[in-house]
């Protein structure tokens, strides 16, 4: 039995190459997702969700820990191991990351960021697949998240100095 779970696994070396690489393949994937509901769909970016974590950590920053490492990790056996898992023995790729990206992106209860959320899901999806080890898309996932936080906390106020500059150059080169 455990033979045929380890098979046809990625080396531990390559593997952890998937994971770092994971994490931005999963960047790069929510940005085209971003822009993509932006310009297509006119869809504000940025998360309410994410906001709103962002402030809970801002009054207990102990909470870092729940959203960066531990929701991630819980949210990639659910959704990646057991929900795509058994989808996967019976579907093919597209059917099983579909069906679980999507009730990933539901989960996050933000339904204006259906594509963002099953983008990220499916980039998982397929870390998983590549690899057959759960820690890759349970470390992508935990590097994206910290990531976003770590921007939206510490780095707080000189992304808003950023968007007020591109701003004033939207204007200027708008043309008034």
């Not at 058994?86 to 989960?107: D, G, P, R």
């Not at 939206?152 to 100095?161: R, V």
């Amino acid at each position: 039995m455990k033979q045929r779970h380890t098979r046809d696994r990625a080396p531990l070396a390559i593997a952890w190459l998937w994971a770092i690489g994971g994490f931005f393949l999963a960047l790069f994937a929510q940005s085209i997702a971003a822009n993509i509901e932006w310009r297509l769909f006119g869809i504000e970016m940025g998360s309410e969700n994410t906001k709103r974590i962002v402030d809970i950590i801002r009054l207990t920053p102990a909470l870092v820990i729940v959203t960066s490492v531990i929701g991630p990790i819980l949210e990639e056996v659910i959704f990646r191991k057991i929900i795509f898992g058994t989808l996967y023995e019976k579907y093919n790729f597209f059917i099983a990351a579909t069906t679980s990206s999507l009730l990933f992106a539901a989960v996050h209860m933000e339904f204006e960021h259906l594509l963002l959320y099953s983008a990220m899901g499916f980039t998982f999806a397929l870390l998983y697949t590549k690899t057959k080890r759960i820690f890759v898309p349970i470390f992508a996932h935990v590097a994206m998240n910290t990531f976003v936080v770590a921007m939206q906390t510490i780095f707080a106020d000189y992304i808003e100095q950023i968007m007020r500059e591109t701003e004033k150059m939207q204007f200027i080169f708008g043309g008034f």
